[in-house]
């Protein structure tokens, strides 16, 4: 399935005037192309990058809710280049930023063209924290709102190494919440998870559940997010002992290869709405 979609159907829609004026082939000078499957793919040195999307589910009826993106890279040779390697090669603060918000917007185009139906969560890099001196989320938004594509089906997800520093990460989740994201965090132990819950009340916190979490900690922490108005969502749910002791607990949304497989390409995002077998899905 290519993505000529509904996106794509409206003249009047400003997403599909500006696919329309996308190269077909990799151009010097553009950031961003077309291959032949319709996909957007952006140019950093000499990789290009796209898009991959992973399904967050009910753990009861593993219907998705949301998808996460992240980067796929390819070469002249075939053979891209690990996310956090492609990253490592922005060795100032400007290359950083830009790489980071091509990404986001790779993935925003990728997933609206294709019609994705449900909220989408996209990663900021550790790095760009601090690079950014203030107004977190003002020039991404500003990209999408050109494109026509709606902010509030945006979740931001910050890196977990700001919950190291409480004043950066308020000043951090404050600034998107202004610019009209939602937010997600991510908790690797209880006492950080009740923390983050209490100080920056994010939208969605994830648990990390390769760590260890007693059936009392995740009963407390699923009581604590109700009163809060807070949703909980398993992180990296690897076995069916750790859906089964989400679910023991209240906490009815998780992501990882137990639950929703592996990621998918954009064409392949609307069979991942339907992940009665993730094991047997075709990835990205």
Not at 65 to 90: C, N, P, Q
Not at 201 to 219: C, N
């Amino acid at each position: 399935m290519t993505l000529s979609t509904q996106a794509l159907s409206s003249s009047a829609s400003p997403l599909a005037t500006y696919l329309d004026t996308l190269p077909r082939v990799p151009v010097p000078g553009r950031e961003l192309w077309r291959d032949a499957r319709g996909q957007v793919q952006g140019q950093y040195f000499n990789c290009s990058l796209t898009s991959a999307f992973e399904p967050l589910v009910t753990l009861a009826a593993r219907e998705v809710v949301a998808h996460e993106g992240s980067i796929r890279t390819y070469a002249e040779d075939g053979v891209g280049l690990a996310a956090w390697k492609l990253f490592a090669m922005a060795a100032d603060d400007a290359s950083l930023v830009s790489l980071d918000r091509l990404s986001r917007l790779v993935h925003a185009i990728n997933y609206f063209a294709a019609d994705g139906s449900h909220q989408l969560v996209l990663n900021v890099h550790n790095r760009l924290l601090a690079a950014v001196a203030d107004d977190h989320g003002a020039a991404f938004r500003r990209a999408l709102e050109s494109l026509g594509l709606p902010i509030d089906r945006f979740v931001i997800q910050v890196p977990a190494s700001a919950n190291d520093d409480l004043p950066l990460l308020l000043h951090v989740v404050g600034n998107y919440r202004r610019n009209g994201f939602k937010v997600s965090l991510q908790a690797s132990d209880p006492a950080e998870a009740g923390a983050l819950m209490a100080h920056a009340l994010p939208d969605w916190l994830k648990l990390d559940m390769r760590r260890t979490w007693t059936d009392r900690q995740l009963a407390g922490l699923r009581a604590s997010a109700d009163t809060a108005g807070v949703t909980l969502i398993g992180r990296r749910v690897q076995d069916d002992v750790a859906v089964a002791r989400l679910q023991d607990a209240g906490i009815a949304l998780g992501q990882g290869v137990a639950v929703a497989g592996e990621p998918v390409s954009a064409r392949h995002l609307h069979a991942s709405d339907h992940p009665s077998n993730p094991a047997q899905r075709e990835p990205a």
